[in-house]
Nanobody, 117 residues
Framework: QVQLVESGGGLVQPGGSLRLSCAAS????????TGWYRQAPGKPRELVAG???????NYADSVKGRFTISRDNAKNTVYLQMNSLKPEDTAVYYCFLGFTISRPGYWGQGTQVTVSS
């Protein structure tokens, strides 16, 4: 069974930065796409950023130029560097592991990101 453990969420002022991390157990990490979705209250879960096994990336239009996703297969970890944060980035962020970015098979427990002054 794969477990995903997120860290790095918190409260930050508009314009600030946060770095999310997600560590995976098991041995399949390097053979799966991974990344982050988010869900704000009253809204559906949406893709924020994904990265394939070949390190191709995909970003939501709303975060392009501000967020950067990366992966370290030696550490079974995916990262999301979030800069120039806006109040509309406030949500619970979930990391995932799956055959493709659009087909997550495993989810983390979620980490809250709040952008507020």
């Amino acid at each position: 069974q794969v477990q995903l453990v997120e860290s790095g969420g918190g409260l930050v002022q508009p314009g600030g930065s946060l770095r999310l991390s997600c560590a995976a157990s098991g041995s399949i990490f390097s053979r799966r796409a991974t990344g982050w979705y988010r869900q704000a209250p009253g809204k559906p879960r949406e893709l924020v950023a994904g990265i394939t096994t070949g390190s191709s990336t995909n970003y939501a239009d709303s975060v392009k130029g501000r967020f950067t996703i990366s992966r370290d297969n030696a550490k079974n970890t995916v990262y999301l560097q979030m800069n120039s944060l806006k109040p509309e980035d406030t949500a619970v962020y979930y990391c995932f592991l799956g055959f493709t970015i659009s087909r997550p098979g495993y989810w983390g427990q979620g980490t809250q990101v709040t952008v507020s002054s």
